[in-house]
């Protein structure tokens, strides 16, 4: 029963990135890591840094969101869970393309802000520009790849959530505890699973996305996706975008494994 899995895996998986390691390897093996992190050492940073962004953004909205959900939906969770995934009805390119009809320098986001006399304020925190606009700036970035990713945070989260036991959480009263103490030391806890869940599906599609920084982002704001999707078609340049992409993949792992220990992977199984 596992060989169509496998058979898909090899197909789709495990040639690509053999196909892709030989690649990094040609002309100038392994110099082609060396060279291409030292090239791009800014924007491997700020790639990052973008995605960690966004995944505390989906964290901080998404597990209020969840937990609402799953503890006062009541009979509209389905509704909710259904306003939930009801952006990915449209296609990713047009959620991404709907960011850039708001915050455009005509738009009705600028609109707003400018009736408001925010722009000083807003300028002040750094979420727009000299020039009172949201575009070229990594906030309008960071806000659409979280917009973007937010269910995938929301989703796990509820989950989790959803299959812990209510007996536990009347117990804490029962106990003396507040409701503060039995959120932090029952229902927390508990939902952890959710949380890395969540965060690797956001974090680690945010990071090799290219598409909302090149509709909303400038030159400044380039992420690795942005490098890979320009120049693996080049010949001259594709064994260090093929390396390219091992290093965002390893950076990606050793991540992913780190936070996996601090949580306590033998807690998330």
């Known amino acids: 029963m596992l060989g169509p899995g496998l058979a898909w895996l090899t197909i789709f998986f495990v040639l690509p990135m053999f196909s892709l390691a030989r690649s990094s390897l040609t002309d100038n093996g392994l110099k082609n890591y060396t060279d291409a992190f030292s090239a791009q050492r800014d924007i491997v940073g700020r790639t990052f840094l973008y995605a960690f962004a966004c995944s505390v953004l989906c964290l901080v909205i998404g597990y209020p969101l969840a937990y609402f959900i799953a503890t006062r939906g009541g009979m509209r969770k389905n509704l909710y869970l259904a306003l939930v995934v009801l952006p990915f009805f449209t296609t990713y390119l047009i959620r991404t393309i709907s960011w850039v009809v708001l915050l455009r320098n005509d738009g009705p986001v600028v609109h707003l802000v400018s009736s408001l006399h ?78 890395f869940g969540g965060s690797l599906l956001t974090f680690i599609p945010a990071s090799g996305d290219f598409v ?37 993949m390893a950076v990606i792992l050793i991540g992913v494994l780190v936070y996996a220990r601090l949580l306590g992977t033998e807690e998330l199984v």
């Open 118 to 195: 925010l722009t000083g304020v807003f300028r002040t925190v750094g979420l727009v520009g000299g020039d009172g606009q949201f575009f070229g700036r990594a906030p309008a970035v960071i806000g659409a790849l979280t917009y973007n990713f937010l269910p995938f945070m929301v989703l796990p989260i509820y989950v989790s959530l959803e299959k812990i036991d209510r007996g536990l959480l009347e117990a804490g009263p029962d106990l003396y505890a507040t409701g503060v103490r039995t959120f932090r030391k029952v229902t927390l806890p508990l939902s952890l699973p959710g949380v």
């Open 212 to 248: 909302n920084a090149t509709l909303l982002g400038s030159e400044r704001t380039k992420m690795i996706g942005n490098i890979i999707e320009r120049n693996f078609l080049k010949p001259a340049l594709r064994p260090e975008s093929s390396a390219l992409s091992f290093v965002l």
